[in-house]
């Protein structure tokens, strides 16, 4: 594990400090470890939703009613399963 040494300001280490006396935390470190770890999900979370978002706009637009669509759909999954 690396090491790394910063500075913060008192009203910043006063919040850390606090969050860490709650006893969620061991350590200050141990509670910017799990706001960077948050982070990086959010991350993967929000690159996920841009992969959807831009299929979906690659799949181009329809002229139908949402409603027309979602009883195109049921009446295909009836036919199928009979």
């Known amino acids: 594990m690396t090491d790394l ?3 913060v300001p008192p009203a910043m280490l006063n919040w850390l400090e ?8 061991v350590d200050v470190a141990d509670y910017l470890r799990d ?7 959010v991350a993967k979370e929000t690159e996920w ?11 181009g637009m329809i002229d139908k009613e949402p409603e027309d669509v979602i009883e195109e759909i049921i ?6 399963n009979g």
């Open 35 to 41: 706001l960077v770890r948050r982070e990086q999900e």
């Open 49 to 59: 939703l841009r992969e959807q978002i831009a299929e979906g706009l690659a799949s």
């Open 75 to 80: 009446a295909a999954r009836r036919a199928r």
């Open 18 to 25: 606090q969050r860490v006396a709650q006893g969620d935390y």
């Open 5 to 7: 040494s910063f500075s």
